[in-house]
């Protein structure tokens, strides 16, 4: 007599009380610092415009804007790399808490600044603060959540990326033709919340059945590549850290530049109103996105799932730019140029904490995801050089920076496959 099979229990069912409550705690958190990062995406044009004025704007413009989001990066990667190794000694939780605070102050602080030279130096350190919450969060949901639920996790966090945009779009919707000064100050109140709602968290069982060995280990960024498959990892992580984040930021970054320019003669509110519009639309491609790559990843492997999207993303992104630019084309291509291009982020919440033990997982994935931005940091500045050698053009620029995409192609080789295996202790 044969047995009858036992019934496939849905993932989502298989996570008790305190998973869902991390995994929703960490989702909030991550919705808010992209909501965060997005503000100064819709507020760069007219900020600029008012400091430097209108006929200086459209000469350096888009140069200084690429200056400003280049040392932003620059503080997201320290942020990755200096509170990844703070959340490895002395605790995920703590940490998250610390960072979210920091990102929240500078958020606000960048309403006072009165120069562009300002706003870079707040800039900076707002990175640092989203940088560290990214490297405490990913090691964080990765300890707590079963093996075979990460996949659904790291595709329900990265709804962040297409939420937290749309969050921030629809605050400058709602105050368009108001001065830009509003929409950094609404970036500081969700922020705040997310601090009560993480002191309810504890630190992972992983984390602290490793914790002396851990907060004794006050050089891991030597021990990570000291070690032949820890290096050969961290190496790997960061050049595709450095390919996604380029193709992610690359789209979103230039879009408000993109509208203005496919609606050259719109007063102001108009413009405002449609930058919106299309982050509406750029963003429900990104929500299917992420929750299509993970799904990808468990059906054909993580390297395969990441050679597909690198091919398509530049594909989109070219077909998407050709020709002059209309607003009506840019609404219908923006989705698909996100579905590959920020969909695929959705693979480093998933992949990056396989790469390394517990110990090293939090320095490891802040390495990776964040530090990676260091070498990305240059290429707003030089696509904004682009744009300016081009009359003021930044489909230009927008369609040669997705050429970035060919060195994650050529690194996927040397990535190891971790379909089907559980976390590294």
């Known amino acids: 007599m044969s ?110 600044c009165q120069t562009w030279e300002q706003v870079t130096v707040v800039r900076f350190l707002t990175g640092l603060g989203i940088g560290g919450e990214w490297a405490a969060g990913a090691a964080l949901v990765a300890e707590v959540m ?58 992972p069982e992983r984390w602290q059945s490793k914790g002396v060995e851990v907060r004794k280990a006050t050089e891991t960024v030597r021990e990570l590549f000291r070690q032949t498959p820890w290096r050969r990892h961290a190496i790997v992580a960061m050049i595709l850290g450095v390919v996604g984040i380029a193709g992610a930021g690359n789209v979103a970054f230039w879009l408000p530049n993109l509208v203005k320019e496919s609606l050259p003669n719109a007063e102001k509110a108009v413009v405002d109103a449609s930058v919106s519009y299309a982050t509406y639309t750029l963003h429900l491609g990104t929500l299917l996105g992420v929750f299509a790559f993970p799904l990808l990843c468990q059906r ?69 995801y964040n530090t990676a931005r260091i070498f990305y940091a240059p290429i707003p500045w030089l696509t904004g050089l682009v744009i300016g050698a081009s009359k003021g053009s930044p489909s230009h620029g927008v369609a040669l920076a997705a050429m970035v995409y060919i060195v994650g192609i050529l690194a996927l080789p040397f990535a190891p496959e971790t379909k089907g295996k559980p976390l590294p202790d």
Do not use: H
């Not at 100064?40 to 459209?58: D, Q, S």
């Not at 639920?149 to 790291?154: E, V």
């Open 146 to 203: 079963p093996d075979r639920a990460r996949p659904f996790a790291a595709a329900l966090l990265q709804t962040a990326a297409a939420i937290g945009p749309v969050l921030a779009g629809t605050a400058n919707l709602a105050l368009a033709g108001q001065s830009w000064k509003w929409l950094f100050l609404v970036g500081v109140a969700p922020a705040l919340l997310t601090v009560v709602i993480r002191s309810k968290v504890r630190e």
């Open 300 to 368: 054909i492997g993580r390297k395969a799932s990441f050679a597909l999207f690198f091919v398509l993303s530049p594909l989109a992104t070219v077909l998407a730019l050709q020709g002059s630019l209309d607003y009506t084309k840019l609404l219908w291509m923006a989705p698909i140029m996100a579905f590959f291009a920020i969909g695929l982020s959705a693979g480093y919440g998933l992949y990056f904490p396989e790469l390394f033990p517990t110990r090293l997982r939090a320095t490891g994935c802040g390495l990776a």
């Open 3 to 112: 047995l009858a099979p036992t019934p496939r229990v849905p993932i989502f069912r298989q996570l008790n009380g305190y998973q869902w409550l991390v995994l929703g705690v960490a989702w909030l958190g991550w919705v808010f610092d992209i909501a965060d990062t997005a503000l100064f995406t819709f507020a760069k044009v007219p900020m600029l415009t008012e400091m430097l004025g209108p006929e200086k704007y459209a000469q350096v413009g888009a140069a200084i804007e690429g200056q400003i989001q280049m040392t932003f990066l620059v503080g997201w990667a320290i942020g990755g790399l200096v509170f990844g190794i703070a959340a490895d000694k002395y605790g995920r939780t703590r940490v998250l808490i610390l960072t979210i605070l920091l990102y929240c102050l500078f958020t606000g602080l960048t309403a006072l």
